[in-house]
């Protein structure tokens, strides 16, 4: 590490010169040292230099050397450590932000308005607070003052940050348009497969009263005593989500793949394939999906009753093994344009799994059974009308013409005939079977999304009761959950890993006899593995010199 001074001449012929601190590294890609300013003093003419000489004589005595001949002796070193923030977590994602263009799509969208507040910043800093140390807009205020450095932004202001959330949402469709764009031309995302999905968020408040958009409805959370909204995602083959969407509490699956088509076909991605799980599988849905030259994969309902599917499962045929213990049919239903193209699909080792399963709830079937005949009266009738409406061993039981229970075996030897097997059906003639089956297996990326959404995240509690605000909280969340992925994709460990890590590192500020200095922590051959895995920059070393 070395001072150096540097010259620049200025139009009107004059020379300044700047004095740097610096050190030598050695280039990747020639093998050539360079140089790496990690600070900038300033105009050398405007330099404090007895201020420089008190920093020279503060180092020498903290690192237990004498001072060269004819120096002043002075007391010995006072070094006070003032503060200590982590640096490591913020650091990654902000370069990720940066190189993903996230910040510069925000910002483009920010040229024709007037905010005096960094906007871009603020919207970063909700961003990372979810992703890190998930907590309420009004924490983050605290967040950012103690605990964690945001590159370029000193403090978080709440109301800042509720203006920032207005002007996403204001931008919304524009916004994840343009970074999905930018993302899938960076990563080379392949988006001929999209996988969509939702689910349910609901509300823990003092006031959870429904209004038009926090509703009751399908709960899949198990929590239908709660208003709630559901939530979309279109996540590539890749898991990383491209697209959400935010609905009413009480909107239903089937309702929706109109509009998610319409919005994604105006993205020109080209001929897609959406999966879909059995929830969006109308026939009306399935036209909607083929329109503009798409197409798709669907699960089926295989207790629906169709008689397309019951032709489907009672079709003769072969299976045929593409992994280990997958294996598929295809299955043609009808002819000419009215065919339909099923592929069943047979896991071995879940038909086992599945067997177990009934096994023991047949079991503790046959116990219940006997012990109700043991019963009689209203303690009879209570628990004949438990037993009969119980959500697992309805399945099982039919009534006898005396009004008793009785284990129906058809219905048992039915469910066998289901065992590790789903059917799904698929509008492309060319796609291999293999393809289709291994396609609709990834649909568990989005069940991983979802997960992700609501743990790592902390999607709940959800503190906003408007309705555009609440829509702007899942776009944090969504920009959010495509960073994770991200970096989980390149650096082959969880987010929890990778967040364990990286908050390790730290800068931390020290009282000099000379002044103050900001210096990180080294780095660790973890950080620098994960910093490579990105192909981002380490962090400077110092942030900051100020002399007394």
Not at 62 to 85: D, H, N, W, Y
Not at 289 to 318: D, N, W
Not at 330 to 348: F, M, Q, S, W
């Amino acid at each position: 590490m070395y001072i150096r001074q540097i010259s620049r001449k200025n139009k009107n012929g004059t020379v300044t010169r700047y004095v740097q601190l610096a050190h030598n590294e050695r280039n990747p890609a020639t093998g050539t040292p360079q140089a790496k300013v990690l600070y900038h003093f300033g105009r050398a003419d405007e330099l404090d230099i007895e201020g420089l000489k008190r920093l020279a004589a503060s180092i020498h005595r903290f690192i237990g050397e004498p001072l060269p001949s004819g120096s002043e002796q002075t007391r010995s070193a006072s070094v006070t450590m003032l503060k200590s923030k982590a640096l490591g977590g913020t650091w990654l994602l902000d370069q990720l932000w940066k190189k993903l263009g996230i910040g510069q799509a925000i910002t483009r969208r920010l040229a024709d308005r007037e905010f005096r507040m960094p906007v871009e910043r603020a919207i970063f800093a909700m961003v990372a607070n979810r992703v890190l140390d998930p907590g309420s807009k009004l924490a983050i205020e605290d967040w950012v003052d103690r605990e964690v450095v945001i590159p370029d932004l000193l403090t978080f202001e709440v109301q800042h940050g509720y203006r920032a959330m207005d002007f996403l949402l204001e931008s919304d469709e524009a916004i994840q348009r343009e970074v999905f764009h930018t993302v899938a031309d960076l990563l080379n995302l392949e988006v001929d497969l999209l996988f969509f999905d939702t689910t349910s968020t609901y509300f823990e408040t003092e006031e959870s009263e429904e209004d038009d958009f926090r509703k009751a409805g399908y709960s899949k959370d198990h929590r239908p005593d709660l208003p709630q909204v559901v939530i979309g995602f279109a996540v590539t083959r890749d898991g990383i989500p491209i697209r959400c969407w935010v609905w009413p509490g009480n909107t239903s699956d089937m309702s929706v793949v109109p509009e998610v088509k319409k919005d994604l076909t105006g993205w020109k991605l080209g001929r897609v394939i959406t999966v879909v799980d059995r929830g969006f599988c109308s026939e009306d849905n399935l036209r909607v999906l083929q329109q503009t030259g798409g197409h798709y994969i669907a699960g089926e309902k295989m207790t629906s009753g169709k008689p397309t599917v019951e032709a489907a499962l009672a079709h003769p045929g072969r299976f045929k093994t593409i992994r280990d213990n997958l294996e598929v049919k295809e299955i043609v239903i009808g002819d000419g344009e009215a065919r339909t193209r099923y592929v069943l699909v047979r896991n071995l080792e879940e038909a086992k799994r599945d067997a177990a399963r009934r096994e023991a709830h047949l079991e503790r079937l046959r116990t219940e059974l006997a012990r109700l005949k043991e019963l009689d009266g209203e303690a009879h009738t209570k628990a004949h009308c438990r037993l009969h409406s119980h959500p697992t061993f309805k399945r099982y039981l039919k009534i006898d013409k005396r009004g008793n229970l009785r284990i129906d075996l058809d219905a048992v030897k039915a469910m066998e005939r289901l065992d590790g097997k789903y059917l799904l059906r698929t509008s492309d003639d060319t796609l291999p079977t293999e393809d289709a089956a291994l396609g609709y297996k990834q649909l568990l990326k989005v069940e991983a999304a979802f997960r992700t959404l609501k743990q790592s995240l902390e999607l709940r509690p959800v503190y906003h009761r408007k309705e555009e605000r609440i829509r702007a909280h899942v776009l944090l969340c969504w920009l959010g959950l495509m960073l994770i992925r991200i970096v989980e994709n390149q650096t082959g460990k969880t987010w929890r890993e990778v967040r364990s890590l990286m908050q390790m590192m730290h800068l931390i500020e020290y009282r000099l006899d000379a002044g103050k200095l900001c210096q990180r922590t080294e780095l660790t051959e973890e950080h620098r593995a994960i910093v490579s895995a990105l192909k981002i920059e380490e962090p400077q070393r110092i942030w900051d010199i100020s002399l007394l």
